[in-house]
């Protein structure tokens, strides 16, 4: 029986032929990505991966159906699995407001789902890292939020020389579109044919801004003369101050599909332009209320950085760390007679903290010793008999220097 | 708009009104988990939380489909949410042995979904840690994985006074059965009647045991007498050389349920009898078997602990510990012509490795002060204008003592 196209089993290093996702790297990615948000006083929370149908309707139209998990629950309930997290932590940040101080920043890592149409390494799923500050409106807090994301990323070993934040404006394609006398109720029209500018032909671009009365020569000029909005030069302002400048740069070729963005909008791209966007994210004031039916209202900014375009990143750029040696201590069992002793000292060093495996049948000296070099084992010991009771025989392996010790000095002795 | 009845949110500590679910709780749990998986060289995986439906009727035969979160997906694939992790990990190592030397040492802490009839507290959805073990017969790798059971509730700070392992074996039961002239095509329905015998009424118990041609009294003297198998001795015996004896019984009013078990079983439960089972398991050996198709043949043994009993065992035990502090350091901007050089300095205080919360917009200097009280912080910083450039105040929130030090200085004057 095999798994469902477009879904991944993450298997621990070394990784079996024909598997790609490792385990190891995901946990990798997380803990990073934990620890960069811990740093800047994100908390953490989680949503159930089952919501109401309704909840995403509402906010994306009923034609995002189509791309999603949904199915009538045995209790008949229409529900989806969760194909973004927005929703629902504006859902939960509505109904808790009152708990917490502002401005609240939290944080998760949930997996997320489409039904993407099936393509070649297309998927399905992915884990994704949400990051979202609410109750500020200040560009203050667009810039904090831009910091964490660049910050999460460095985390990883990630230089500016491998990646920028393209920085944006809902308000500056507003002023534009208004500017040229753009009808508001297309608007929305209008911001869909400059999300897809950099990927659709320019005749057909051409077409559709003509439709919309907006010429592309004078697109292209705004975008390239990038003159950021007062928002943006003080987010600009504070990223200097940061020493986060060379990370970040305005440009309007990017303005985010999703129609509930109302302010500064950003995407993150590998400078060689190699990969799709490794993370996207922008302000988006009114949602909160839009989704809590108007019981809560607070304005709200957030990004979310996906899993898979960063690990293939990291892995182009030479930035996957080794995982061998998941443990530390092989206790060889080379004397039967030995083995309760053997056992209790496992059982000592775990205690201490110590990453231990040992041979749980009788097995051949040599092969005990070969696995423990497989394992990466810092150190092998081995419980022997004398005249005076058992002493152990500490080996490291790095030097392959063995030593005899009390049993009662073995565990200090392994500890790194 | 509310989430799905049985579905859990995980709020940040301080909860608020009428949620009862921490992430931090949740965090602070699987933390534990993966600390202690890693001390006994086990590794982890993941697989999709989303299966073909075959591969649960396989195993569990047709009727377990009135409990899942099954549906057709949008390519007519009859799928279901995961309702427990054996199938996926069954799955995975049967595709992937060849790649892993024996015996395979993994874990895993999936959500898993069961559509449980609605009554008040039951939920749909809980969080489990999986730890199997495969390649090796010995009960050796039974006593391994049961010291990691019980590592594993250690390290949450439950003792020998809280919690208890049961010891079983189907053995042990299918020895009693066939001693008795049992129909062996019937001893998985003597099972059952065993799994269900602490649950159900004596006479219901009786008549059903009378239907398979067994004894009731004949039964329980079986369980009174509680001898060890020979299996089971050795594991008793393993036990004791790690220290563990206490943690451990031999009783056989548990059997586990499930039919895939072939020899020792076990659960975990508090002493007090106040909770239902906080952790199962057994050994399996014929399911990678089955659920491959016979591509492979592996012995196997494991078990699963929820986070939702658990969690209630620790609040009951006092065993669930702050979550405040989550913050170090708070950065007071009270000079906003000091705001650039706050900023920097929150940035060079976060690559240190800080925690640290700043006030995003202009606040009243009391006000900030108060939110890093609430925040739990150890140290607030000031920057300050002099005569010879900014300095930094760095005050101590323990002892409320201030000094003064170069802003060179103010980084490592934070560090604990």
């Given at each position: 029986m095999e798994r469902l196209p477009g879904f991944r089993d993450f298997y621990p290093e070394p990784l079996p032929a024909n598997e790609a996702w490792s385990c190891d790297l995901r946990q990798h990615i997380f803990a990073r990505w934990r620890e960069t948000a811990?740093?800047?006083?994100?908390?953490?929370?989680d949503g159930p991966p089952l919501e109401p149908l309704e909840l995403y309707t509402t906010k994306s139209g009923a034609e995002i159906v189509s791309q999603l998990f949904n199915f009538q629950d045995k209790g008949g309930r229409d529900v989806s699995m969760r194909p973004e997290m927005t929703p629902t932590v504006a859902r939960m940040i509505a109904t808790a407001e009152r708990a917490y101080k502002k401005p609240v920043r939290w944080f998760s890592i949930p997996q997320l789902f489409r039904y993407e149409k099936q393509q070649k390494g297309r998927l399905r799923e992915h884990f994704q890292l949400n990051c979202d500050l609410f109750g500020e409106t200040d560009p203050a807090a667009d810039a904090e939020v831009l910091a964490l994301l660049i910050d999460g990323l460095r985390s990883l070993g990630l230089t500016a020389a491998d990646f920028v934040i393209r920085l944006s404006s809902r308000q500056a394609w507003q002023g534009f579109f208004h500017g040229r006398g753009g009808d508001p109720a297309r608007a929305q029209e209008f911001y869909q044919v400059i999300d897809k500018i950099e990927r659709e032909r320019d005749e057909v671009t051409a077409e559709?801004?003509?439709?919309?009365?907006?010429?592309?020569?004078?697109?292209r000029a705004f975008i390239a003369a990038g003159e950021p909005t007062p928002d943006l030069a003080r987010v600009l302002a504070d990223l200097s101050a940061r020493g986060l400048a060379e990370f970040a740069r305005i440009d309007y070729g990017v303005i985010r599909g999703l129609a509930y963005y109302t302010g500064i909008v950003f995407e993150a791209f590998d400078r060689k332009g190699e990969f799709r966007a490794i993370a996207g994210g922008g302000r988006y004031d009114d949602l909160v209320k839009l989704v809590s039916g108007g019981k809560a209202d607070l304005p709200a900014l957030g990004f979310g950085m996906g899993d898979v375009v960063l690990a293939e990143l990291l892995k182009s750029r030479g930035l996957v760390p080794s995982f061998a040696g998941a443990v530390d201590v092989v206790v060889l069992v080379e004397d039967e007679a030995m083995r309760a002793e053997s056992i209790g000292l496992v059982q000592r060093l775990r205690e201490d903290g110590r990453a231990v495996e040992f041979a749980l049948v009788p097995t051949k000296g040599d092969k005990q010793f070969k696995r423990a070099l497989e394992l990466g084992a810092r150190v092998t010991l081995r419980v022997q008999s004398t005249p005076t009771g058992p002493t152990v025989l500490v080996k490291s392996l790095a030097d392959r220097i063995q030593r005899e010790v009390a049993m009662a000095d073995s565990v200090a002795a392994c500890r790194p």
């Amino acid at each position: 029986m095999e798994r469902l196209p477009g879904f991944r089993d993450f298997y621990p290093e070394p990784l079996p032929a024909n598997e790609a996702w490792s385990c190891d790297l995901r946990q990798h990615i997380f803990a990073r990505w934990r620890e960069t948000a811990r740093r800047y006083g994100f908390r953490e929370y989680d949503g159930p991966p089952l919501e109401p149908l309704e909840l995403y309707t509402t906010k994306s139209g009923a034609e995002i159906v189509s791309q999603l998990f949904n199915f009538q629950d045995k209790g008949g309930r229409d529900v989806s699995m969760r194909p973004e997290m927005t929703p629902t932590v504006a859902r939960m940040i509505a109904t808790a407001e009152r708990a917490y101080k502002k401005p609240v920043r939290w944080f998760s890592i949930p997996q997320l789902f489409r039904y993407e149409k099936q393509q070649k390494g297309r998927l399905r799923e992915h884990f994704q890292l949400n990051c979202d500050l609410f109750g500020e409106t200040d560009p203050a807090a667009d810039a904090e939020v831009l910091a964490l994301l660049i910050d999460g990323l460095r985390s990883l070993g990630l230089t500016a020389a491998d990646f920028v934040i393209r920085l944006s404006s809902r308000q500056a394609w507003q002023g534009f579109f208004h500017g040229r006398g753009g009808d508001p109720a297309r608007a929305q029209e209008f911001y869909q044919v400059i999300d897809k500018i950099e990927r659709e032909r320019d005749e057909v671009t051409a077409e559709r801004l003509r439709s919309v009365g907006i010429d592309l020569a004078d697109v292209r000029a705004f975008i390239a003369a990038g003159e950021p909005t007062p928002d943006l030069a003080r987010v600009l302002a504070d990223l200097s101050a940061r020493g986060l400048a060379e990370f970040a740069r305005i440009d309007y070729g990017v303005i985010r599909g999703l129609a509930y963005y109302t302010g500064i909008v950003f995407e993150a791209f590998d400078r060689k332009g190699e990969f799709r966007a490794i993370a996207g994210g922008g302000r988006y004031d009114d949602l909160v209320k839009l989704v809590s039916g108007g019981k809560a209202d607070l304005p709200a900014l957030g990004f979310g950085m996906g899993d898979v375009v960063l690990a293939e990143l990291l892995k182009s750029r030479g930035l996957v760390p080794s995982f061998a040696g998941a443990v530390d201590v092989v206790v060889l069992v080379e004397d039967e007679a030995m083995r309760a002793e053997s056992i209790g000292l496992v059982q000592r060093l775990r205690e201490d903290g110590r990453a231990v495996e040992f041979a749980l049948v009788p097995t051949k000296g040599d092969k005990q010793f070969k696995r423990a070099l497989e394992l990466g084992a810092r150190v092998t010991l081995r419980v022997q008999s004398t005249p005076t009771g058992p002493t152990v025989l500490v080996k490291s392996l790095a030097d392959r220097i063995q030593r005899e010790v009390a049993m009662a000095d073995s565990v200090a002795a392994c500890r790194p």
